[in-house]
T-cell receptor, first 116, second 112 residues
Framework: EPEVTQTPSHQVTQMGQEVILRCVPI?????FYWYRQILGQKVEFLVS????????KSEIFDDQFSVERPDGSNFTLKIRSTKLEDSAMYFC??????????????FGPGTRLTVL | GQQVMQIPQYQHVQEGEDFTTYCNSS?????IQWYKQRPGGHPVFLIQ?????EVKKQKRLTFQFGEAKKNSSLHITATQTTDVGTYFC????????????FGTGTLLAVQP
């Protein structure tokens, strides 16, 4: 069964450093998402992406964040200058469609980001 | 803004007992999705409800969507230890994107 993959599984970085989190969505999916989950809290929407453009972003997704689909398979989230409060589990998700049938989102295993 | 609340935050049951979690949205939803997250795991899609008053069943799990499309529930009959995890509802408000607004989650503990 196809699945979303994410690398690395755990990233430790110093405050102020840049990090890039990588995701490979399911191959026939067209819509991509990033969510984050601070330990013990709910999952929060960050950004949605379609046709090489951001469709929507939350207030969390400020100028420090960017997303990119550098090739036909990868989808990345970059945090330019990490802060302590960026420590969280970051989930990538993808869906085949936007609405109607097949719009359910499939989540990757996540990248745990620890900012020291 | 769009908010999704869930109750209870935590439920501890004996194996074989039933369990229900309730989800409420501040505004009308386009659809609602339910996810299960095992400890240390990622959200796994369970089901999507779209129609007002819809009821769907998956073995021991029964999902309901309210008539006003602002609330939903998940009921598990005769819980098993494999049901342990956090159950999240996630609201989809339609529009230009498919973003999900997750509820606060209900952590289910099942004692054998």
């Amino acid at each position: 069964e196809p699945e979303v993959t994410q690398t690395p599984s755990h990233q430790v970085t110093q405050m102020g450093q840049e990090v890039i989190l990588r995701c490979v969505p399911i191959s026939n999916h067209l819509y991509f998402y990033w969510y984050r989950q601070i330990l013990g809290q709910k999952v929060e929407f960050l950004v949605s992406f379609y046709n090489n453009e951001i469709s929507e972003k939350s207030e969390i997704f400020d100028d420090q964040f960017s997303v990119e689909r550098p090739d036909g398979s990868n989808f990345t989230l970059k945090i330019r200058s990490t802060k302590l409060e960026d420590s969280a589990m970051y989930f990538c998700a993808s869906s085949r469609t936007l609405a109607g049938a097949y719009n359910e989102q499939f989540f990757g295993p996540g990248t745990r980001l620890t900012v020291l | 803004g769009q908010q999704v609340m869930q109750i209870p935050q935590y439920q501890h049951v004996q194996e074989g007992e039933d369990f229900t979690t309730y989800c409420n949205s501040s505004t009308t939803l386009s659809n609602i999705q339910w996810y299960k997250q095992r400890p240390g795991g990622h959200p796994v899609f369970l089901i999507q409800l779209v129609k007002s008053g819809e009821v769907k069943k998956q073995k021991r799990l029964t999902f309901q969507f309210g008539e006003a499309k602002k609330n939903s529930s998940l009921h598990i009959t005769a819980t098993q230890t494999t049901d342990v995890g956090t159950y999240f509802c996630a609201g989809n408000y339609g529009g230009a994107t498919n973003k999900l607004i997750f509820g606060t989650g209900t952590l289910l503990a099942v004692q054998p």
